[in-house]
């Protein structure tokens, strides 16, 4: 995994899935049934270096994620959130006034179980398995913001962006700041990576892509790199189709996540001489199984293992999907099966 971040190429290719600790695991559900709520989970680093690592025991990935979510920085700066079970996030919408009311001085002190949860997963990590660290970039955690909940076209946030422009630019800002305190707190407390989650981008028109996900990436990145000299960034813009040869050009980052609609040709021809990619097996092909799974994943292998590759999905693993499914993804990808 660090080899191909590095620059190298490797075949097979180091293999990893967004969400791959979560609610299809029955040890994550046994643990998880023992805390009232999914944030007291996050906040425990005890449990989380746990459900952490239980895929890697089970699976044998060649990286680990720190279980944590993108909105524990919303957390952070003293927002209220919680998480309706089958429902989603909850947060209290945040308008002018609670921009103006930001603050970033507790942030380092709210996130010390995180940047505890990383010391500890690496403390029993195999030293050849990466540790990964991550938050959510600025336009996707202030769509959950604004809107206090997910909605299916982020148009709460857009409207605002539109409407009161400043306004929406001091809080990216903001969470530019407190991005920065938590991926170099993440960095610090032993992460070999960080990734970006922009899973909202793609629904940014060409102007706005550039202002609210390339700009505040840019910084991340540049203060990141600052403070943590050569600090090893995955952006994961998803739904950035033709958008993400100027995303990985403009940002620096040392690799882009793509979604299952990216094309391989694009990803081999336009992308991989640059930057390492990661993904995109889309998870409902993992969900299905069968001879379409093995398909996807070969015609992966075949059209991007040539160059810089981390195999991945295209988005996270769906709550549904058979534990026997990712065990053959696995198995085929390392080549032991
Ligand atoms: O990848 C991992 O294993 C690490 C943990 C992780 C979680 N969320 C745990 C989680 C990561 C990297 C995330 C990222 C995240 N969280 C994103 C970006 C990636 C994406 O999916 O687009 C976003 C948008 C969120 C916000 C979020 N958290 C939503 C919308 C939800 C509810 C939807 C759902 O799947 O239930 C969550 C809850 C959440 N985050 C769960 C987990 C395991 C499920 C809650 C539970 O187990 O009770």
């Known amino acids: 995994m660090m080899a191909v971040l590095d620059g190298g190429a490797a075949n097979p290719p180091p293999i990893w899935l967004m969400r791959q600790a979560g609610r299809y695991l029955p040890e994550y559900r046994a643990i998880r049934s023992k805390v009232p709520s999914f944030l007291d989970l996050c906040l425990d680093p005890d449990l989380a270096t746990e459900v952490t690592l239980q895929p890697i025991r089970r699976f044998g990935f060649d990286a680990a994620i720190v279980f944590s979510d993108i909105l524990m920085t919303p957390f952070a700066l003293g927002r209220s959130v919680r998480f309706v079970e089958g429902e989603g996030p909850r947060l209290d919408p945040i308008d002018e006034p609670g921009i103006a009311g930001l603050a970033v001085d507790r942030v380092e002190t709210a996130l010390a179980p995180l940047f505890a949860t990383v010391s500890k997963v690496r403390e029993s990590l195999d030293p050849d398995k990466a540790l990964i660290g991550f938050c959510g970039a600025p336009w996707t955690v202030a769509t959950y913001m604004v809107a206090g909940r997910g909605t299916p ?185």
């Open 153 to 337: 076209d982020q148009a709460p946030a857009r409207t605002l962006a539109a409407r009161k422009t400043a306004s929406f630019q001091r809080l990216i800002d903001r969470l530019v700041d407190a991005s920065v305190t938590s991926l170099i707190g993440q960095l610090h407390a032993g992460a070999d990576a960080v990734q970006i989650f922009d899973s909202w981008a793609g629904i940014l028109n060409e102007r706005d892509f550039g202002r609210w996900s390339i700009g505040p990436t840019v910084e991340i990145v540049r203060r990141v790199r600052e403070a943590v000299p050569g600090a090893r960034i995955i952006g994961f813009p998803k739904g950035a189709g033709l958008r993400l040869e100027r995303y990985a050009r403009e940002t620096g980052v040392d690799a882009v996540g793509l979604d299952w609609t990216v094309p391989l040709d694009y990803a081999r021809e336009r992308l991989q001489p640059h930057v390492a990619v990661q993904g995109n097996l889309d998870p409902i092909v993992l969900l299905a199984g069968g001879d379409g799974l093995d398909r996807a994943i070969d015609g992966l292998i075949e059209g991007l293992a040539g160059g810089r590759f981390i195999f991945n999905l295209g988005h996270g693993i769906l709550p549904e999907t058979p534990i026997a499914h990712v065990e053959r993804l696995v198995g085929r990808v390392h080549g032991t099966s």
